[in-house]
């Protein structure tokens, strides 16, 4: 279908530039865009209710004339314009209105016949359909475009202003009727085969017009297959090659190790124990490591990092930490400080670096020396490590924290400035195993599934905006027993558009109100770095205790006395975003409370804030907010290609997805080049959509 791709879309018959452009703008370029361009729904027409047989609360289609139409004010509203019009089928009559659309009143004329799709609701006294999307059937034309609009399962397609639903309908149909012909099936036979799968032209077809609903889920999976298997080929071809890349083989049962974790101040948990188990294993491998550490907030992930750079350290390489934020990069940096500074062996002692943006240009040109002549160990710091004149002399183990705060360009860049390091990725964005199997491919997997002994679960409240001052008496009586407490305002300045307040005003009202016998301070992103950091060491001095913040202080900041969260207009927060900003506290043995504050009326944002009054732990939140936002949204565009899926669902498809994995692991470990003759069209069409996929399969 290669032809199909290098075919632009004004090639079409009746395809000027002008609408040329307004497909662009949906993303279609090519004919074969075109062809994958899905229906976002479909309407049964093949079925039309009689308006005698319908029933409120259904959305329902009919077929029936205009009789009479008018326009009227809104009861409560005055200037809200209110269209109707009654029609009518030889069954019954219905009343239709539309609010807010005034433009529709010089479409309804009274004898037209028009197909209308809409929900049935109860409104004085009699049925009426609001807000119904309709088409006018024009009699000359009805005769042939009948078959693509009424009388059948009909799509719906998301258009933008200059497209019609009829026209999107009639050009899709001439161009699968010119191109289906020409079109190769990239998914080779036997998989097909194998897997029950549709064609590629029967499925193209029957995901537009679809003949049943049975044959439009037959071609709505194997569509989704086909998307999925593209999305592995890379990941897993990735991941073959880098079996075979020769790495660094670590002697992992060291001294240093060992003191490290025995002066440790604590014991690990059985799950930290068999994750560095895991790690140990991989690192001891003369092939490069490739491992993904999901661990919900708190469970302990940055002390097995600190082991891992041991390893490599004792062997004389060099480790790196990266973490998303200064704030962070610091406070690693500390704690591994105090934790590294005991140990030692064999006159073997570790030597700690810090680099990060806010450094000036002679400390940063230090450092980086030190890290070029090897006098640095482990190096701890923030996206400034990717900067081109950091150069390491022996790298050999890269941690990236809070993975998702970083792109996936950005995480390539470390590893590449060793030879064949080992990688740790590190994420308290926990998402479920056979999720993350396919969808990390390359990586592989440990998990850490348990808090560390004497965690006590948060206590998570929903106050109401008037209630505020119970919530603010919470965090009193926390600072009163000696404990700390966050406030958190997901805005620094207060937005009339939003009416919401922002962190900077609020912090002026509760010092002089609410908390008017305490010591507030504010710390958000958009103060210089050394001011962050003078009032996160004041508020880790307890010289403050109440800290007003915007989501600063999301990812890994480790303050053991907050007892105390209040989150307020906390509906402007997602979900995975409050999880992540409530693991700041409850670190300590004391019981602690996260008080979220709103006023929604928003379904999405009701559904997250009970999810966090019912869910305490990572992987439960993760699973609803996929749930909540799809994949899309919740993987979001920092992520690989998930977001170009257009219509498989890794979540609810699971089951397809480890079928198209499994069958990828299958095709490359046979044909690692895809040179076979059958899997050409597949090469052709991984190349078309992977231009990166080259230099993979070329060196296979
Ligand atoms: P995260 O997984 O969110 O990065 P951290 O590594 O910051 O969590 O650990 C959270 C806190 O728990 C730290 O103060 C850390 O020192 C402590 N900790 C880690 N492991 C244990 C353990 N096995 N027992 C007790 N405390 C631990
Ligand atoms: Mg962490």
């Not at 949204?633 to 899926?645: A, D, I, N």
Request: aromatic share 8%; proline share 4%; with cysteine.
């Amino acid at each position: 279908m290669n032809e199909l791709n290098d075919l632009p879309i004004r090639y079409l018959k009746g395809i000027g530039p002008k609408r040329a452009k307004i497909f662009i703008k949906l993303g279609i370029n090519t004919v074969e865009d075109l062809l994958y361009y899905f229906p976002r729904r479909y309407e049964d027409r093949g079925k039309f209710s009689r308006i005698c047989e319908l029933k409120e609360g259904l959305t329902q289609t009919i077929k029936a004339q205009i009789l009479s139409k008018g326009e009227r004010q809104s009861f409560y509203k005055r200037a809200f314009r209110i269209a109707e019009a009654v029609v009518g089928d030889n069954s019954g009559k219905l009343n239709c209105v539309w609010f807010n659309q005034p433009y529709l009143k010089q479409y309804l004329k009274p004898g037209l016949t028009l197909i209308l799709y809409g929900k049935i609701d109860f409104y004085a006294g009699s049925l009426q359909m609001s807000n119904p999307e309709f088409e006018i059937i024009s009699e000359e034309k009805q005769s042939q475009e009948e078959s693509l609009n009424i009388g059948r399962i009909v799509p719906v397609y998301t258009v933008s202003e200059g497209l019609t639903q009829r026209y999107m309908r009639r050009l899709t149909k001439s161009a699968l009727d010119e191109y289906l012909p020409k079109i190769n099936d990239c998914l080779p036979y036997d998989i097909r085969t194998r897997n029950n799968l549709l064609n590629l032209a029967r499925s193209l077809i029957n995901i537009h017009f679809p003949e049943n609903l049975d044959l439009q889920k037959q071609a709505y999976e194997r569509l989704s297959f086909e998307e999925f298997f593209l999305f592995q080929l890379p990941l897993i071809l990735r991941k073959l090659k880098k079996k075979e890349k020769i790495g660094i083989s670590h002697q992992v049962d060291s001294e240093l190790l060992n003191n490290f974790i025995v002066l440790l101040p604590f014991k690990l948990t059985a799950a930290q124990e068999k994750v560095l188990g895991e790690i140990k294993t991989d690192m001891a491998k003369p092939k490069a490591m490739q491992r993904l550490l999901q661990g919900d907030v708190g469970s302990g992930k940055t002390v097995i990092s600190v082991a891992a750079s041991i390893i490599a350290i004792q062997g004389g390489y060099q480790a790196v930490i990266m973490a998303p934020t200064e704030l962070l990069a610091k406070q690693h940096y500390e704690k591994i400080s105090r934790q590294s500074s005991v140990v030692s062996c064999q006159n073997k002692k570790i030597n700690l670096g810090l680099l990060t943006g806010s450094l000036n240009a002679i400390e940063k040109e230090k450092v980086c020396q030190d890290i070029k002549e090897g006098k640095i160990d482990l190096v701890i710091g923030t996206h400034a490590l990717l900067e081109e004149n950091v150069k390491f002399k022996n790298l050999g183990l890269v941690v990236i924290d809070e993975q998702h705060k970083f792109g996936v360009g950005q995480r390539a860049l470390l590893p590449k400035k060793g030879a064949n390091p080992d990688v740790l990725i590190m994420t308290a964005t926990p998402i479920p195993r056979t999720l993350a199997i396919t969808l990390y491919g390359d990586l592989d997997i440990s998990i850490i599934n348990e808090l560390p002994p004497g965690r006590q679960p948060i206590k998570t409240l929903h106050f109401k905006q008037e209630f505020v001052s119970g919530a603010y008496k919470i965090a009193k009586d926390e600072l009163r027993r000696g404990n700390q407490a966050y406030i958190i305002y997901p805005v620094i300045e207060e937005s009339y558009a939003l009416d919401i307040a922002g962190a900077k005003k609020m912090l002026k009202e509760l010092k002089s109100g609410e908390f008017k016998e305490f010591k507030l301070g504010l710390i958000h992103g958009a103060m210089k770095q050394q001011e962050q950091d003078d009032v996160m060491l004041k508020f880790k001095n307890k010289k403050l205790d109440a800290l007003v913040s915007t989501t600063v202080l999301e990812v890994g900041i480790d303050v053991p006395s907050v007892t105390c969260m209040i989150v307020e207009y906390a509906e402007r927060f997602g979900l995975s975003q409050l999880h992540q900003l409530r693991g700041r506290i409850g670190r300590g043995i004391e019981q602690a409370s996260c008080v979220l504050v709103s006023d929604t009326q928003s379904l999405e944002a009701t559904a997250r804030i009970e999810a966090m009054l019912k869910y305490n732990d990572g992987f439960h939140i993760a699973e609803e907010d996929l749930k909540i936002r799809g994949p899309g949204e919740f993987f979001g565009s920092r992520q690989h290609g998930l977001t170009e899926l257009k219509i498989g669902n890794p979540l609810s498809q699971m089951h397809l997805l480890k079928r198209a994995r499994d069958e990828a692991i299958k095709l490359l470990t046979l044909d690692p080049r895809l040179e076979a003759r059958q899997n050409i069209p597949l090469k052709q069409k991984l190349l078309n959509k992977f231009p990166e996929y080259e230099k993979l399969i070329l060196v296979a």
